[in-house]
């Protein structure tokens, strides 16, 4: 057996601590499968004296993580700090100049520097693996990488933020407004120290373009994913979606059009009853979509411990087997720059308003759609106590352009209250 | 870039053209994946003179496997012929002695022989592949030999055989027994020419058992596999469960006890809303199980020419890649002999029987699976026209060995007609 594979793991929160959990109990099992034994050469954290879940004495410290990367005793630096750029940047870069091959979970760092890093790394024969950085325990990017090698990918779907999908979840079980569930899952401590990062889509966002730079050969370009959160959905609305049958979903769509490649991760309606629509609490779902293989679906956790340190595990083992993939599934090298395109594909849409109580109103709406192109599938209208009668519609397939003509031309019908909303709705 | 790796492609039904078509399609996608180009050296199969969905006349022909598998020009031999020995075993056979590495869909020989190949593969330094054998396009081998490959594995449960799915869906849907669907499944071509491969579960099986040796790191043991087809599964059943909330699947669990590995493949019942439940038609769908993973779940197209052949590519890929695995995970001659147990989990079990039409009746019933410590959870007595009532009883978790009991002391009541049904209720 050759000699065992020497680890530098930096960061020890949840998913380092996971990482050294699995290690310890499963030496023998990992030995045998990875085809040598993993030892770890040293750790590094900001808190050393920290009252941690396992039992890190046995093992070597360093304060710095660079300094840990530069070890000349570590094979693989496990990069589990998180941080879009200073120290884990830092790391990640010396890891690479002087050797190494890298794991990391960090999905806002491979975001932002995916391609500069992977083209150091492959100039010098060594990869940067990342299952962890995307929809945590679920085997999406090996799957992407390996397992759909064989198709052009036509579309990549996904429900990828765990913290976002709780909420909007148990909106809908307790009735309460996003600022509660949000201030729940604050105290819960599943969101991000900043929490924007979770509930503005942009970790979602971060995950979607890693997988579109794999599936369309495309580098990384996170700047021009087609970012809304979900801060402004509305109880009302998820309580009408349901009442039409549908869940809103914070959903990352990527695919590659004739216009070009089209990233976009916003709340969407998807059908109650479907794989996306029962996705409950913090479980992630990606949809693959190739043009031999047609729809895989893989779901599973999204974060935690144990799901995250297994995909840490995965990429290690996968190391220490020998094998070595591109980052990207092709050398970073000819990945092509992709021309971003705003979504042209047609679909339904949901959309919510208030109208005054005047015989006519409806009508003037539905004029205003119908000269816009836009045909209704189904309308409902609320009773209601005071002036303004909510009115549900969810029209046939229709473009963007067509409902934000007809959503800025409303106004002018005198007979639309407030501002009203549409969602697109996502038929996967 | 390294020279072209060259393919010998032997059986060119519908994976084997599928295939070819891939081959010929993306030639430049794939070189790019892989980082080789990826060549055929010659083809084989039964009748050259066939007409093909795929212009073959660019390749050079062997009429016989064996030879193919034996070319010097030849770096993967790729066997998508079927049979569990003949042709296929011989030419695997001459292939690996000849040094080559081999990718296959053939999960009958594989179930038989595997242990055996992949020895021999592996004491040359080869590779044995069989992304294809198992739930077609779904990359469920990757995912469990890869991508949780640091997890103790629990269980895995699915449903792997998309024919008979499809029967048992298309019972339900048009209320037609099981003589009239199979009919209508073998003239759609949907069944093998041994159709008892696939409606008695033999082929679910062989999958079951590729699994579960990778899954636990134990010798393939299809013989091990407790085995029953749903040709006796009945339209009743199907609709008398679906008023109660189940489903009938031909469902799969592989699973270590502390007794030894359950291996069984039978019709359960699932609860209808669940994503099993919902699988319909030719859909897969594979459960995985880790010790900090959780639950991974994975669906996909289990068969048909663009999934399967999609699999295949996905190993040829892994090859061209450099990337080399052991067939099951860890190398062949660390696999274990499993101890084979029957299945001792308690589970809700599903109870169909005819009672005579008198008072008293069903108080037996409940006395004598009272007696053998058997609650009731739900029971529902049917209207009826003669003298036989129709009688279902869902209990609270029990052993099958219980229910077996009580099934023996039902007739010596005297109020159950005929052979009362029992089904064991999944719930995943």
Not at 80 to 86: I, T, W
Not at 131 to 138: P, R
Not at 230 to 233: D, L, M, N, T, Y
């Given at each position: 057996m050759p000699e065992p594979l020497r680890l530098g793991i930096a960061g020890l929160g949840t998913v380092g601590i996971g990482t050294v959990k699995i290690l310890q109990r499963h030496a023998e099992l990992l030995s045998r499968r990875a085809g040598r034994g993993l030892s770890v050469a040293a750790i590094s954290a900001r808190d050393r004296t920290k009252n941690r879940d396992?039992?890190?004495?046995?093992y070597e410290w360093e304060d710095d993580p660079v300094a840990l990367a530069r070890?000349?005793?570590?094979?693989v630096y496990v990069e589990?700090?998180?941080?879009?750029?200073?120290p884990a940047l830092a790391a990640i870069r010396a890891a690479i100049e002087t050797g190494k091959d890298v794991v990391t979970a960090n999905k806002a760092l491979l975001a932002h520097h995916g391609q500069q890093l992977a083209e150091a790394a492959e100039a010098k024969g060594h990869v940067i693996r990342f299952?962890?950085?995307?929809?945590?325990?679920?085997p999406v990017v090996k799957a992407l990488?390996?397992?759909?090698?064989?198709n052009e990918i036509r579309r990549v779907v996904g429900v990828m933020n765990g913290t976002c999908n709780y909420i909007l979840t148990r909106m809908e079980e307790s009735g309460l407004p996003y600022t509660d569930i949000f201030e729940e899952a604050r105290q819960l401590g599943?969101?991000?120290?900043?929490?924007e990062l979770d509930v503005g889509g942009i970790d979602a966002g971060h995950k979607l373009s890693l997988l579109a730079s794999i599936a369309?050969?495309?580098?990384?370009?996170?700047?021009a994913v087609d970012l809304e959160g979900?801060?402004?959905?509305s109880i009302d609305d998820i309580h009408r979606a349901r009442d039409m049958g549908f869940r809103i979903k914070l959903l990352g769509v990527a695919q590659m059009t004739g216009r070009g490649l089209e990233q976009r991760m916003s709340p969407c309606l998807v059908p109650a009853d479907s794989p996306l629509g029962q996705l409950q609490g913090g479980t992630n779902m990606v949809v693959l979509e190739g043009d031999s293989v047609g729809q895989v679906v893989l779901r599973g956790a999204g974060a935690g411990a144990g799901p995250t340190a297994s995909a840490v595990m995965s990429d290690v083992i996968e190391i220490a087997r020998g094998t070595r993939l591109s980052?990207?599934?092709?050398?970073?090298?000819?990945?092509t720059e992709p021309t971003p395109a705003r979504s042209s594909a047609p679909a339904p849409y949901y959309l919510r308003m208030g109208l005054t109580d005047k015989p006519g109103a409806l009508a003037k709406v539905a004029t205003v759609l119908g000269e816009e192109g836009i045909s209704i599938d189904r309308m409902r209208q609320y009773g209601h106590a005071d002036t303004s009668a909510p009115v549900l519609i969810v029209t046939h397939k229709t473009t963007r352009e067509a409902v934000d003509h007809a959503l800025r031309r409303?106004?002018?019908?005198?007979?639309?209250?407030?501002d009203p909303v549409a969602i697109r709705i996502e038929t996967v």
């Open positions: 396992a039992d890190i004495s046995c070890r000349e005793d570590v094979d589990l700090m998180g941080g879009a750029d200073g299952e962890a950085a995307v929809a945590g325990g679920i990488t390996e397992g759909l090698a064989g599943y969101l991000e120290a900043d929490p369309f050969g495309t580098r990384v370009s996170f700047d979900i801060g402004r959905v980052t990207f599934g092709q050398p970073a090298a000819t990945l409303l106004p002018a019908t005198a007979v639309v209250l407030g």
